[in-house]
């Protein structure tokens, strides 16, 4: 298109902007902008995680840590796609726990009542009954919540606590406290210890000012990084104008491994 046809066509928009066609082909487009991206609150749950667990099938992983399991859902994809691996999937909000622990897992699968972050401490949380999956160290949603006081240990200590040499997968959903967590297991991570990391990355970094830059900062000499989508991940470096501040997950695979990155990378 060129430059004059764009003016034009930049104006007229601008002139016609609130009128109710022009709205609704705004909101149409916004909605195209996040399925083209694979933002995920607009898919299905696991819609473009499923697709990874059994593109990375075949390495046949022996640990993986899922950090913010809430009811185990990420866990049950995981623990049938990967026959040989053993689990460890950490939920703080009690009610949750409850509810994860009583699931009929087999015996590779071990619950922690427990939340990872950068340091050992006690915290405030909060957990929202009528939606569990937002319970987090952040108070930002208008849904009522109730607080809870919760035992913090960083990552480096929970693995040398239970003798775990090596990470094959780290899945960390925590409602906006991903960099924290991370940042808990940097002695593993500088070691080469951690094989695949996958994070979200939103809104929530608005409240934590943690960007995604951050994470690339912190992870991109060791890893390469990318964009899940259903069928592949868009592998790139960064840029600013990734800063989309809408929720979707990220996978960091070891540099180490240039076979694994490609067999993340998919089609």
Avoid at 59 to 73: H, I, K, P, S
Avoid at 150 to 170: A, C, K, N, S, T
Avoid at 206 to 233: C, M, N, W
């Amino acid at each position: 298109m060129g430059f004059g046809i764009r003016s034009s066509l930049r104006r007229w928009v601008s002139r016609n902007s609130r009128t109710p066609w022009i709205q609704s082909l705004h909101r149409q487009a916004l909605e195209l902008d996040a399925l083209v991206e694979s933002d995920s609150i607009y898919g299905p749950p696991l819609e473009n995680e499923t697709p990874l667990l059994e593109r990375l099938a075949p390495r046949r992983f022996q640990t993986a840590l899922d950090v913010g399991a809430n009811v185990g859902n990420w866990t049950a994809a995981a623990s049938s796609a990967w026959k040989e691996c053993r689990f460890y999937s950490f939920e703080p909000a009690p009610e949750t726990f409850a509810q994860l622990s009583a699931r009929e897992w087999p015996s590779r699968v071990v619950c922690e009542h427990l939340a990872l972050s950068d340091s050992e401490r006690e915290e405030t949380m909060y957990f929202y009954p009528s939606s569990s999956e937002l319970t987090s160290s952040l108070h930002v949603h208008a849904h009522e919540a109730q607080a809870f006081q919760m035992h913090m240990m960083d990552g480096d200590r929970y693995l040398e606590q239970h003798g775990i040499e090596q990470v094959d997968f780290l899945k960390v959903d925590v409602e906006g406290c991903e960099y924290k967590v991370l940042r808990g297991f940097a002695g593993a991570i500088a070691a080469g210890r951690v094989r695949c990391i996958q994070f979200e990355y939103g809104a929530f970094s608005l409240a934590t000012r943690f960007l995604l830059q951050d994470y690339y900062d912190l992870l991109g000499s060791r890893y390469r990084i990318g964009k899940l989508h259903p069928e592949y991940v868009d592998f790139r470096d960064y840029d600013w104008t990734h800063e989309r501040f809408r929720f979707a997950n990220y996978l960091a695979v070891t540099r180490d491994e240039p076979e694994l990155v490609a067999l993340a990378k998919g089609s």
